[in-house]
């Protein structure tokens, strides 16, 4: 009814109708929405076809054998490990990276055994995995590439020790165990893909390039040996004969997970009293 | 080669009836009604676990693997009666089975496109499905089974191709019927690249488990063999009872009676094989020795499931001695309906093995730690209803195409079939 609308009316040449105006606005919109939408998967098509590796620089160095040594005697089931570990890597009670049971002797002594991702010389997550994204680095640790994995979880079948957990959900929990415990030193995995413990490979790369040797220098070593309060846990360089972990591994008994599979893992128990390796 | 339609008389006469005939019965109507409901609950299952993700299934970190895996192995199971007929056809000559044999492929394509809708759904990002064809782990057999079943998909279109053409208006376009005759006279070389292709993926499938040496219930040589065995047997006991029902609900003999014959006594004898190898690969592991893991696996499944129960009676007794013995016996053979019966007893051994075969696996708990106690619980599963929602979905999808291909392909060469199918 505005005075100004009566004019406009029989205007031919208008640039646009209302019906063009609106369908513009929409398909405009449209357009926008379905880029956005688009652009990330397409983004990551076009690299993955180019074959371009952006997200793995590091290989590991070949002269480092990272390992790990286990002491049950000393273990007294405190837990402190489990939660470094969750706060440090930001996993949920049910996806726990590192894991402690109950079990016991022949005889009825009950020990502790705490289990992260053994890192197996020959991984069997590693042999099935259809599209290469858990693999092994040169300097033993066997990795995942968030970026490449399906999601198919024949990883987890074939692991012999279940260690690996998947991330059923889009993640929207609070940490139970932050700040108490330390703080998140990686981003939460995204939804879909298959997760395990890196030996705080974060900490290892970083560390080495800052001069400091994982395993001797806390800033490098994983959070679960840090945190341990009776020193049960060992990590270094198997490599090194003069490592901790060396020194261990070539002077007394120990004992790895089901040797029985030959998966030669890295980590290695120091049995308690009265089991029999 | 010879012409593509052999038994068709020559040239002129349409393949499509002039429609005046297409008479949709009430009985078709309802079967299609039932189907679309059973793809739209499939379709917003589908729709479910997409947006929201695998936590609404029931599946776990200790049991990742559940009925979608099921539905998987069971349709590229179901789906061999493809490469075999066609093996048959055309590198072993054996013409006459051409009557059959395009219905075989029909159905395989069929089989392989539900198995790749399933896992679609089941991997933890569809958006990276194509990541094994870029991504290459030749040491993986889950890499060797996703490229065979690509590439074996892509066969089974060849093959399929020609038919579409020859049955649908696309005949008229004169570049594409010389295109399915020049893919008709590379048929040989099709079939055997396409029986290469199968007697690798599906023997990998049962590798799957049989490579597991985390799992001694699993970790077995012979399930790669077994798994071909059975999905020989089983893949042509479904083309051969769809092939009957059609038959049956159309009131006309779409194949010649020597043909379901010989392919009946076929399906038999594959039977024997599967049940011999079954037996031995049963009796070396828990009867003539005792490794101490298999028998606490038997003991604990024996207790906690019925996979006893149904490994005896629904994958051997029912699975395959019943239908042997219906399929090898002249005289029961004489009646359509024991083989039809025979045929579903095979479909069902098949899918209730490879149900069991995935869930026993992993109901017995891994053991990894060094001490004596018993500390990890034994697994369970029961399907969430949205995992239901889309195996429904993905059978919904198989039938109806299926019903559509019987109604409006010249899937029998011969008999101008394409009237109503019903189920």
Redesign the interface.
């Known amino acids: 009814m505005t005075p100004e609308q009566v004019p406009a009316e029989p205007k031919v040449s208008r640039l646009l109708s209302r019906k063009e105006f609106m369908s513009l606005l929409i398909g405009g919109g449209a357009t926008m929405v379905l880029a956005a939408t688009l652009a990330e998967p397409l983004d990551t098509f076009v690299r993955d076809i180019l074959h371009e590796r952006a997200t793995n620089p590091h290989e590991g160095e070949p002269n480092y054998h990272w390992a790990m040594v286990i002491d049950l005697r000393k273990c007294i089931g405190c837990d402190y490990c489990v939660w470094a570990c969750q706060a440090t890597n930001d996993t949920r009670d049910d996806m726990r990276w590192n894991v402690r049971v109950e079990d016991e002797t022949p005889l009825g002594n009950v020990f502790h055994i705490t289990r992260p991702c053994l890192h197996c010389r020959n991984a069997p997550c590693v042999e099935v995995c259809p599209v290469g994204a858990t693999y092994h680095r040169h300097d033993g640790l066997v990795v995942m590439d968030y970026d490449k994995c399906i999601g198919c979880r024949y990883c987890q079948t074939a692991c012999p020790y279940n260690a690996r957990s998947f991330n059923w959900g889009e993640r929207e929990d609070q940490n139970p165990r932050v700040p108490e415990w330390g703080n998140p030193e990686v981003p939460r995995r995204p939804r879909g893909v298959v997760e395990k413990c890196t030996f705080c490979i974060h900490r290892i790369d970083a560390g080495l390039a800052a001069g400091l040797m994982p395993g001797v220098d806390e800033q490098a070593t994983p959070a679960c040996v840090n945190v341990c309060p009776v020193n049960a846990r060992f990590f270094g360089n198997l490599n090194d004969p003069t490592s901790s972990v060396a020194r261990i591994v070539e002077s007394m008994p120990t004992l790895r997970l089901r040797e029985d599979l030959g998966t030669e893992p890295s980590v290695y128990y120091i049995p308690p009293e009265g089991l029999i390796s | 080669m010879t012409a593509m339609n052999p038994a068709q008389p020559s040239g002129a006469e349409p393949v499509i009836p002039k429609s005046s005939g297409m008479r949709i019965s009430m009985r078709f109507l309802l079967w299609i009604g039932l189907l679309i409901v059973m793809l739209t609950i499939g379709a917003i299952s589908g729709i479910h676990v997409l947006l929201?993700?695998?936590?609404v299934?029931n599946?776990s970190?200790?049991l990742?693997?559940g009925l979608w895996i099921t539905v998987d192995l069971s349709s590229i199971g179901l789906g061999a009666g493809a490469f075999t007929l066609s093996a048959a056809v055309y590198i072993f000559g054996l013409k006459r089975f051409e009557s059959i044999a395009r219905a075989a492929v029909l159905v395989g394509l069929l089989g392989y496109s539900s198995a790749m809708l399933a896992?679609f759904i089941?991997?933890?990002?569809?958006?990276?499905?194509?990541?094994?064809l870029?991504?290459?782990?030749v040491?993986?057999?889950?890499?060797e089974?996703?490229m065979c079943v690509v590439l074996y998909t892509t066969v089974l279109a060849i093959e399929l191709l020609p038919v579409i053409v020859e049955s649908t208006p696309l005949r008229r376009i004169g570049i594409l019927v010389k295109f399915s005759h020049f893919l008709h006279r590379l048929m040989p070389i099709v079939a055997l690249f396409g029986m290469g292709l199968s007697l690798l993926h599906q023997s990998s499938l049962g590798a799957?488990y049989g490579?597991?040496?985390?799992r001694p219930f699993w970790y077995s040589p012979s399930a790669p063999v077994l798994f071909i065995l059975s999905a020989i047997a089983a893949g042509v006991s479904l083309t051969l009872f769809v092939t009957l029902l059609s038959s049956k609900l159309l009131h006309r003999e779409l194949v010649p009676a020597d043909v379901i014959n010989n392919v009946a006594r076929f399906v038999g004898f594959a039977c024997l094989a599967y049940l011999y190898l079954k037996l031995w690969s049963w009796a070396a592991t828990n009867y003539y020795s005792h490794v101490p893991e298999q028998q606490l696996g038997a003991e604990i499944l024996a207790q906690n499931t019925p996979y006893n129960f149904t490994f005896w009676f629904g994958e051997v007794v029912f699975g395959a001695l019943v239908p042997a013995i219906f399929m090898l016996w002249g005289r029961i053979r004489q009646n359509r309906n024991a083989i039809m019966l025979a045929a579903i007893m095979v479909i069902a051994g098949l899918v209730i093995n490879r149900w069991n075969m995935t869930l026993s696996?992993?109901v017995i708990p891994?053991d990894?730690?060094?001490?004596?106690?018993d500390?990890?619980p034994i697994n369970t599963y029961e399907p969430a209803l949205v995992e239901w929602g889309v195996a429904i979905g993905i059978v919904a999808y198989s039938w109806f195409v299926f019903t559509l291909g019987v109604r409006f392909l010249n899937l029998y060469p011969g008999t101008g079939s394409h009237e109503h199918h019903d189920a």
């Open positions: 929201n993700g695998l936590e299934t599946l970190d200790e990742p693997w896992l089941d991997i933890g990002r569809f958006d990276r499905f194509y990541h094994p870029i991504y290459w782990n040491h993986s057999v889950l890499w089974i996703t799957t490579i597991l040496t985390a696996g992993f891994l990894w730690s060094p001490g004596v106690r500390i990890f």
